[in-house]
């Protein structure tokens, strides 16, 4: 049961990211926008807690650079969605190989199968990304990392159909 619901969530999620791919790449870079900005706020308040250190000129200057480059890309997300474009392809990649691990883990399982199409697509659409950089930002990543998620769903819902209905038919 446990798999057709975790199947089913990503399907919804894979879903909703492909019928929305500009909000979902604009949420992704207002994220990464947002994070920056934060994690260089911190690096200059820490720097001012070290002045005397040796390093605490160019660790202004660092953080400087990530709050302004998060402040850039929370104030214009798309310009930002090609470092979100990387970003997504080597999620994908690694989201592929962790998928490929567990069909082939649970191999014996009917539906194992269906995960590792699901894996094997997934890296594709992750090598794609970076295939097809810089236009792949302009190609909503968001949308292709929603067709991975909803691949990957449909690969659980396949293993909890194929555990379905190996209880319904019983001990072989």
């Known amino acids: 049961m446990e798999f057709l619901v975790l199947g089913v969530l990503l399907v919804v999620c894979g879903v909703a990211a ?16 947002s994070t920056l900005t934060f994690a260089g706020a911190a690096t200059m308040l820490q720097a001012m807690r070290v002045r005397h250190w040796a390093g605490f000129s160019w660790q202004m200057v660092l ?17 930002g969605a090609a470092a979100i474009a990387l970003l997504i392809a080597i999620v994908l ?12 883990r649970t191999r014996p399982a009917a539906g194992w199968s269906w995960l590792l199409g699901a894996s094997l697509a997934t890296i594709l659409i992750g090598a ?6 810089p236009y792949a930002a302009v190609e909503a990543p968001g949308a292709m990392a929603g067709v991975a998620l909803a691949l990957g769903g449909l690969g ?17």
């Not at 989201?95 to 567990?102: A, S």
């Not at 819902?157 to 319904?168: N, P």
Request: aromatic residues 8%; charged residues 10%; hydrophobic residues 55%.
């Open 18 to 33: 492909m019928l929305a791919p500009h909000y979902s790449t604009v949420a992704a870079s207002t994220i990464l926008g």
């Open 63 to 79: 953080g400087a650079v990530e709050v302004v480059g998060g402040i850039f890309i929370v104030l214009t997300p798309m310009k």
């Open 93 to 104: 990649f690694v989201q592929g190989v962790t998928q490929m691990g567990v069909a082939v």
């Open 128 to 133: 794609a990304l970076v295939v097809r950089f």
């Open 156 to 172: 659980y819902i396949m293993i909890a159909v194929g555990l379905l209905k190996a209880k319904v038919k019983g001990p072989s």
